[in-house]
């Protein structure tokens, strides 16, 4: 299932998408905007797959906008005028849909979301930096990250790897459809929960606390 919002500033727009979304099983409506700032509280809580982007908007351009979004959400861009298919894609958008859209058409680009995720999350891996030395992690090895003063400590089943760096400046270069912020101390891998018990998240024979802060976006996300 791949969370979607709609950000366009056209109501009969919006409710032509959302009629659309409502027919694939794949796709779930986490939101839809008149105001594409509107957008932003719902951007950062992570966990969008896929957002709909109208350009032509009288607050912002779309293509503007796009360039504040996670680079691990995808954007289908949607707009009334041709001569912006470029711009679009040179912002690493999916697809480009031009009003009027059908069914058809919309379908055909929403099922670009599905092939290019073809690399199991196993063969990814993230570089860490740790001193001198370079270290790839995959990123399936990894359970959770955790903060020790300045540094983030990575935990793998073989190893902890420390890097001079926050957790605060590690969110915003992660996939949030893999790691979540859980406690101002720890980030952990979604993958690797496997329950609640009580304020603590189980992840296998580890315990992590969970803080009142992030409680129920952690119960919305891991076990909704």
């Known amino acids: ?54 350009i032509q908007m009288p607050e912002i351009k779309g293509t503007d906008f796009a360039k504040l979004i996670p680079a691990s959400t ?52 993230i570089t860490v930096k740790s001193g001198y030395d370079l270290f790839k992690l995959k990123v399936d090895e990894i359970s959770h990250i955790e903060s020790d003063s300045e540094y983030a400590i990575f935990h793998t089943p073989t190893r902890k790897v420390m890097s001079l760096q926050s957790l605060k400046s590690l969110e915003k270069t992660l996939d949030s459809g893999i790691f979540i912020r859980v406690h101002r101390s720890y980030i952990v891998n979604r993958n690797k929960v496997t329950g609640l018990k009580g304020r603590d998240l189980s992840l296998g024979t580890i315990q992590i606390p969970v803080s009142d802060s992030y409680y129920e976006l952690v119960k919305k996300e891991l076990f909704s």
């Open 74 to 125: 995808k954007i289908i861009f949607t707009t009334a005028y041709s001569e912006y298919a470029l711009e679009g894609f040179e912002l690493s958008a999916i697809d480009y849909l031009l009003k009027p859209i059908t069914f058809q058409r919309f379908l055909k680009a929403v099922q670009k979301i599905q092939t290019e995720e073809v690399t199991p999350s196993a063969e990814k891996t």
């Open 1 to 54: 299932m791949h969370k979607c919002i709609i950000i366009d500033d056209e109501e009969l727009a919006r409710g032509l998408l959302q009629s659309y979304v409502a027919k694939l099983d794949f796709l779930e409506l986490a939101g839809s905007f008149e105001n594409p700032l509107d957008a932003l509280e719902c951007l950062k809580k992570g966990g969008i797959k896929l957002v709909f982007l109208d």
